[in-house]
């Protein structure tokens, strides 16, 4: 007898929980306005969140990809994620202007893709779909647009900062192994990365590795691991205010901004000096300004142009 109260005690709070998601999604149905992106025969779902519109400047874009249960084509899955309310609360509370993007993955694709096997990636569909949103867009500020994901959608995160390592600000992972990517390459985006004790899906010491060597490589990089938590529970806590902090605090470089100050002065002629005599890393990811992986007195000729008007 005990046993079977047990049993429907468990049922009657697993309705509860799957209840309330279901109501948070209907709700965020309301506000997300939807939306829908082709390219290369893929469509690609997304809700879209525009918080607080009539404050001066840019916009900032924040990027959100999806656990594996939210594949679909119904544009609503994605919205019931606790990862979504912690992003969108903290844009909403501290007044950011800011767009915020829900794309979906389709049930027969994930977003960390063997590009073998795909003509065209689901990566491909979201570099495309970023790239154009930001052209119909002009508001958008270009030096700030993030990307976080967990699970599955963490993955294709390190995925697209792998493939993209000019495109994001900085980047926020949750519960997510790096698969089919480099420390080489990820170490050029900022990159928050959360995983749990508990995880039996993902590998926490393999992230935090990769989180190491990223740093080694003098990378931007941050590792938490959460004690107690499983997969699930990491996913569900792992933006907390503090990380997202840090993660919006962060500004991509335009050319020849070595400081990243968000102009291109004098200032950077000296942070190029500093980091060829004193070999500060700070730097390191900025001072190569003609991108021909070297560092040496062009980078300084490449910022005079800029400054001068021939670039």
Sequence with gaps: MTKIINTLLYLIVLLMMVSTDVMAQTDKVDYYSAGYYEYGGITLPYRELDLH?????????VIQLHGGTARGDDNEAQLAASAVDSVEIYLNTHGIKSIFLLP?????????ENANNYDITMTMVLEHWIQDFITNHPNVDVTRIYITGY????????RMINDYQSM???AGIAAANPVMVTAEN???TPVYAIAGSEDRIMNATRIENFVNQMVA???DALFDLLEGKDHFGTCDTAFTNERLDWLFAHRRCIAGDVNCDGAVTAADVTAIYDYMLSCITTYLATSDVNNDGTVTSSDITAIYNILLGAE
């Design 53 to 61: 519109q009539n404050k001066d400047g840019k916009s900032i874009l």
């Design 104 to 112: 979906q993955c389709g049930v027969d694709r994930v977003w960390n």
């Design 151 to 158: 699970s599955a959608g963490g993955s294709g995160s390190w």
């Design 168 to 170: 994001f600000a900085a």
């Design 186 to 188: 990820c170490k050029n």
């Design 217 to 219: 490589l003098g990378g």
